[in-house]
């Protein structure tokens, strides 16, 4: 499985992005599809994951309520809609993907390459 992250940038706190993730080569309905984030110097994040049905969803705490996955099935895609960005939000998103549900980063086998989301203050 392949996975193209995409839709970073820059942006002022309280303002928005979308990112997306684009999957090939594998069943995307099979997988469970999750975000995670990692900022300078810190350990890899969970932010959010959606199972294979894009019917539910199990956010990180630190988002909750600001941050909403969604998922195209269909055209295997996976988007992750960023609203009231703070400064501390700013960091590399990663989309990944693995066919047993799991918030914990290392049990995951596919990843994109990371697409960077930076919050100015």
């Known amino acids: 499985v392949q996975l193209q992250a995409s839709g970073g940038g820059w942006v002022q706190a309280g303002g928005s992005l979308r990112l997306s993730c684009a999957a090939s080569?594998?069943?995307?309905?099979?997988?469970?599809m999750g975000w995670f984030r990692q900022a300078p110097g810190k350990e890899r994040e969970f932010v959010v994951i959606?199972?294979?049905?894009?019917?539910?969803?199990y956010y990180g705490d630190s988002v909750k309520g600001r941050f909403t996955i969604s998922r195209d099935n269909g055209e295997n895609t996976v988007n992750l809609q960023m609203n009231s960005l703070k400064p501390e939000d700013t960091a590399v998103y990663y989309c990944?993907?693995?066919?047993?549900?799991?918030?914990?980063?290392?049990?995951?086998?596919?990843w994109g390459q990371g697409t960077l989301v930076t919050v100015s203050s």
């Open positions: 990944a993907a693995r066919e047993r549900y799991s918030s914990d980063w290392k049990a995951y086998n596919y």
């Open positions: 080569g594998g069943t995307f309905g099979r997988l469970h």
């Open positions: 959606s199972d294979r049905s894009g019917q539910s969803a």
